[in-house]
């Protein structure tokens, strides 16, 4: 068995391909994925754009919560309001701050498309969480059955690069994107040679078009380019640089 193991494993990396395990289940477990990093590396600092309240329909926060000893970094969201809830919803996890901005490539300010706050409490819950640059972003969703229930708010924005050099992130292990259609424009903006964090978890929701599928594959490919590997699902992907402690033999 350890000579076939050997011979498996060789052939894979004639391909330059590795077995890497991933969590107990053989469909992806982000949470567990993120357990994997922290038996291995110990700490987790994190970059979360889009964190939205910290709570709704969100892949890192029960984590962050349970491990908050070890777990450091920065989670944004644009919406003063809703900025409020992330505050509170963080205030015992004194590793991650919480930050009033949006970031965008080029901009130091947008308009941001949300449904109002007085109408989101009478529809899907989600629906607190579509607010986009795209204007015609909850049509995408499905959720918003009347565009009078809309409205316009103007948001603070940074660079990736000016966030990243003005907070001396100097390590990023962790990069979770949740921007309702921007990931794409913010992934591509990156400059991954200066800054480079070990994992990226984003939205393509190409079945929505959030990213069409050209977009996608484009940032597969820029992504694959700077030596990360990619684990697709339904609506997500997660990019992630090769570790040789995760090789199962």
């Known amino acids: 068995m350890n000579k076939l193991k050997k011979h498996i494993r060789s052939l894979l990396l004639k391909f330059k391909l590795r077995i890497y395990r991933i969590g107990p289940y053989s469909i992806f477990d982000f ?12 700490t987790l600092k994190i970059l979360q754009v889009g964190a939205n309240d910290g709570i709704l329909n969100d892949p890192i ?5 349970r491990n908050k000893d070890v777990v450091s970094g920065f989670v944004l969201e644009p919406q003063p309001d809703v900025f409020e809830n992330l505050v509170e919803n963080y205030k015992l996890c004194t590793g991650i701050k919480p930050v009033n901005l949006a970031i965008h490539a080029t901009q130091s300010e947008m308009t941001l498309h949300r449904v109002k ?25 499905g959720l918003v059955p009347d565009p009078d229930v809309m409205e316009e708010v103007k948001v603070p924005c940074v660079s990736f690069s000016d966030f990243v050099e003005s907070n001396n992130i100097n390590k990023l292990d962790l990069l979770l994107l949740d921007t309702e259609g921007y ?3 913010i992934l591509m903006s990156i400059d991954f040679s200066v800054s480079k964090p070990k994992m990226i978890r984003f939205e393509h929701g190409v079945r929505n078009k959030l990213m069409s599928f050209e977009q996608f594959e484009n940032v597969c490919k820029h992504l694959n380019s700077y030596g990360y590997q990619i684990i697709a699902e339904s609506y ?11 090789l199962i033999f």
Request: avoid cysteine; hydrophobic fraction near 35%.
């Open 31 to 42: 949470e567990s994925f993120l357990y994997r990093h922290l038996a291995v590396h110990k």
């Open 61 to 65: 926060y029960e984590f962050n919560m």
């Open 117 to 141: 706050p007085e109408y989101a409490s009478e529809m899907h819950a989600f629906t607190k969480g579509i607010a986009s640059f795209d204007a015609d972003h909850w049509k995408k969703t």
């Open 183 to 185: 990931d794409y424009e």
């Open 236 to 246: 997500d992907a997660t990019a992630y640089l090769l570790d040789p402690n995760d």
